[in-house]
């Protein structure tokens, strides 16, 4: 699977945007973009995935570069419940033996 | 709909000894995942069940960890014996299959070996 690179932590203030950026210049045809984030003492919690297309969904917002080899991910209005480890990942979407590699994420903090 | 049990949520060990984690995924996923996670690092995949298969282990210490899932619901991980090195948090993870379908993840087991 294609590696990512991606800030160690950011700051966004409360209300406003926050934009994650992940880079992923080695990235295949065939694999998706995933984020997950992971509050303090919690398991990881899956956001959104895509392929090429930019994604929608409840929580968040998913922009991927016509290249694909970045994408960032948005949330629209940033709370306190937004800080945590945002994990950037890409993988081949087939069903057996795919290594779901985590790398380190970005730090997100929102501030008051 | 209930998560992903896990217990303990703590567990103190001294190195040598045994211990041992459960996990309970969420009912009608046929993929069990277990990772480690070491404090700082992202969390890392050390076994993927399908149904009661092993699909990957290609990272699972085999010297010291196992692994079992038996009837293809409930999952097990041992470490026998335990490193210093094994302090860590053991997060267990469940979907509906393999491939995009995204992971549930339980709240983990926090290991600490003295």
């Known amino acids: 699977d294609a590696k990512t690179t991606q800030p160690p932590s950011m700051d966004c203030a409360e209300g406003r945007a926050a934009n994650l950026p992940c880079n992923h210049s080695?990235?295949?045809?065939?694999?998706?973009v995933y984020w997950y984030r992971q509050i303090h003492s919690q398991g990881p919690q899956y956001i959104i995935h895509?392929?090429?297309n930019n994604e929608t969904n409840e929580m968040a917002s998913l922009i991927i570069t016509e290249d694909r080899k970045s994408s960032t991910l948005i949330l629209p209005h940033a709370t306190l419940r937004d800080t945590a480890v945002y994990y950037c990942?890409?993988?081949?979407?087939?069903?057996?033996?795919?290594?779901?590699?985590f790398g380190p994420g970005t730090r997100l903090s929102a501030l008051p | 709909e209930a998560g992903v049990a896990q217990s303990p949520r703590y567990k103190i060990i001294e190195k040598r000894q045994s211990v041992a984690f459960w996990c309970n995924p969420i009912s009608g996923h046929a993929t069990l995942y277990w990772y480690q996670q070491i404090l700082g690092q992202g969390p890392k995949l050390l076994i993927q069940?399908?149904?009661?298969?092993?699909?990957?282990d290609s990272q699972l210490p085999k010297d010291r960890f196992s692994a079992e899932r038996l009837k293809g619901v409930d999952s097990t991980l041992k470490i026998q014996p335990a490193k210093l090195e094994d302090s860590a948090v053991y997060l267990c993870?469940?979907?509906?299959?393999?491939?995009?379908?995204?992971?549930?993840f339980g709240p983990g087991t926090r290991l600490t070996v003295t």
């Open positions: 993870a469940s979907s509906l299959g393999g491939g995009l379908y995204e992971q549930y």
């Open positions: 895509g392929l090429k």
């Open positions: 990942i890409v993988r081949v979407a087939t069903n057996y033996g795919q290594n779901f590699v």
């Open positions: 080695t990235i295949s045809g065939n694999e998706y």
């Open positions: 069940f399908q149904n009661n298969g092993v699909v990957d």
